[in-house]
Nanobody, 124 residues
Framework: QVQLVESGGGLVQAGASLRLSCAVA????????MGWFRQAPGKEREFVGV????????FYGDSVKGRFTIFTDNDKNTVYLQMNSLEAADTAVYYC?????????????????WGQGTQVTVSS
């Protein structure tokens, strides 16, 4: 059974940086497509970004492009979301997700495994 555990959330001021971590256990880390999503109160879960096959190609949602970066530490089976120039609109619960096979990496339904989420709050 694959388990994803996020950490690193918190309360920061606008303009600050924060790094989220997602540790993967119970599966072949190198075989997974790893995505990050977020969900603000009253809104649908939103695609943030994805890294396909550990350290290869990355894609980002338009709202975070140029500010957020996804990277992996294969030795630690961990994927990271580096968030810079944070804005109040980035406030949400952030989730990492994994799947071995998917077609559209921006769709929630394509991911099989999910973490429990970590809260990020950005004060303006």
């Amino acid at each position: 059974q694959v388990q994803l555990v996020e950490s690193g959330g918190g309360l920061v001021q606008a303009g600050a940086s924060l790094r989220l971590s997602c540790a993967v256990a119970g599966g072949p880390f190198s075989m997974y497509v790893m995505g990050w999503f977020r969900q603000a109160p009253g809104k649908e879960r939103e695609f943030v970004g994805v890294i396909r096959r550990t350290g290869s190609t990355t894609f980002y949602g338009d709202s975070v492009k140029g500010r957020f970066t996804i990277f992996t530490d294969n030795d630690k089976n961990t994927v990271y979301l580096q968030m810079n120039s944070l804005e109040a609109a980035d406030t949400a619960v952030y989730y990492c997700a994994a799947s071995r096979h998917l077609v559209d990496h921006s769709k929630v339904s394509e991911y099989r495994y999910w973490g429990q989420g970590t809260q990020v709050t950005v004060s303006s």
